[in-house]
């Protein structure tokens, strides 16, 4: 277990996490005091008021997050479907084409055929 020393709202607390984990709580928790100070700046209030508030607003995020991920999953899940749109004119006369050039060098290789017996 690893301990660090976070700094939000000129507080220190100590964390403990997993060994590793550690840029990504420092991480995590420059973002909660980031958000401290942008609604501190914003309202009036007592210190315990702007972390209700940033409390608030964080969990805001995660719940639209957590609503975006759903609507993601359901449409991931539904169905799609694929309607052929045909052929733009110019494939469809190199298709033909090509067709049109295998049918004669198969009709060369059955009178070759037919010669041969």
């Known amino acids: 277990m690893a301990d660090i020393t976070l700094q939000i709202d000129g507080k220190q607390y100590h964390v ?31 210190k315990s008021q702007a972390m209700m508030l940033t409390s608030l ?37 190199e298709i033909n084409s090509l067709i049109s050039r295998m049918t004669a060098r198969v009709e060369q290789i059955c009178a070759r055929t037919k010669q041969a017996s």
């Not at 996490?17 to 209030?45: M, P, T």
């Not at 694929?82 to 004119?89: H, K, V």
């Open 57 to 93: 607003l964080l969990a805001d995020e995660v719940f639209d997050m957590h609503e975006k991920l759903r609507a993601a999953n359901i449409d991931a899940n539904e169905p799609k479907t694929i309607t052929y749109q045909g052929l733009a004119p110019s494939d469809e006369q």
């Open 16 to 46: 403990a996490c997993d060994d590793g984990q550690e840029d990504r709580v420092f991480q995590l928790g420059n973002y909660v005091e980031q958000r401290v100070r942008e609604v501190a700046d914003a309202a009036a209030g007592s």
